[in-house]
């Protein structure tokens, strides 16, 4: 069985600070790794994803992941926050046979 | 544009009558998934459909049908809804390959309440 525990369920920054989101995973096989992000009353968009390649993981708006298969963490980051950097976001672990799980989601406010 | 549509966005309904949220993808993808975001609780899953004709139960299928007649629709349906059955609900939608790291493309959701 396979599992996601996102270690915050909520996270504050101050604008131009770096952002460090925690997610720990559990499983079985050898899996893929995502993150998503939801903004206010919207769907969930594909930030990043972990596919066995390259350990360090760029996504879209400036954020990355490192996947470290020893700590059995995909933690995301930022180097410097933005106040439309504010949504909730979500780990995603999923095997090869399309089993997604999903963490409980990190709810990121972004202070001026 | 690529795209997952769900009908209707929002929707207020009572205990017992029955309703359908449709969901369609034209991205002539293989799998397709429905699943409800609750607080605290992430997304769960309710149904998935490896392909036409072929569905299985998530975590969350209790007074959930499922039918996928057709490869880019899969619709939900609940034939006796409840109030715990108020949550919001995604449809999603991938390509099924190898080694599993196809991402799922979600709809935008409909918000389900059930008095």
């Known amino acids: 069985a396979q599992s996601v525990t996102q270690l915050d369920s909520h996270v504050s920054v101050s604008e131009g600070t770096p952002v460090l989101l925690r997610c720990n995973y559990s499983s079985s096989y050898s899996p893929s790794l995502f993150w998503y992000v939801q903004h206010p009353n919207k769907g969930l968009q594909l930030l990043l994803k972990y596919t066995s390649a390259a350990t360090l993981v760029k996504g879209i708006n400036g954020f990355e992941a490192e996947f470290k298969k020893s700590e059995t963490s995909f933690h995301l980051t930022k180097p410097s926050a933005h106040m439309s950097d504010a949504a909730e976001y979500f780990c995603?672990?999923?095997?090869?046979?399309?089993?997604?799980?999903f963490g409980a989601g990190t709810r990121l406010t972004v202070k001026p | 544009e690529a795209q997952v549509t769900q009908n209707p966005r929002y929707l207020i309904t009572v205990t017992g009558k029955k309703l359908t949220v449709t969901c369609s993808q034209n991205m002539n993808h293989e799998y397709m998934s429905w699943y409800r975001q609750d607080p605290g609780l992430g997304l769960r899953q309710i149904y998935y459909?490896?392909?036409?004709?072929?569905?299985d139960k998530g975590d969350v299928p209790e007074g959930y049908k499922v039918s996928r007649k057709e490869k880019r629709n899969f619709p939900l349906i609940l034939e006796s809804p409840s109030p715990n059955q108020t949550s919001l609900y995604f449809c999603?939608?991938?390509?099924?390959?190898?080694?599993?790291?196809?991402?799922?493309?979600f709809g935008p959701g409909t918000r389900l309440t059930v008095l």
């Open positions: 459909s490896m392909n036409v004709e072929v569905t």
């Open positions: 995603v672990v999923k095997n090869n046979n399309n089993d997604m799980r």
């Open positions: 999603a939608s991938s390509l099924l390959g190898t080694g599993g790291s196809n991402e799922q493309f």
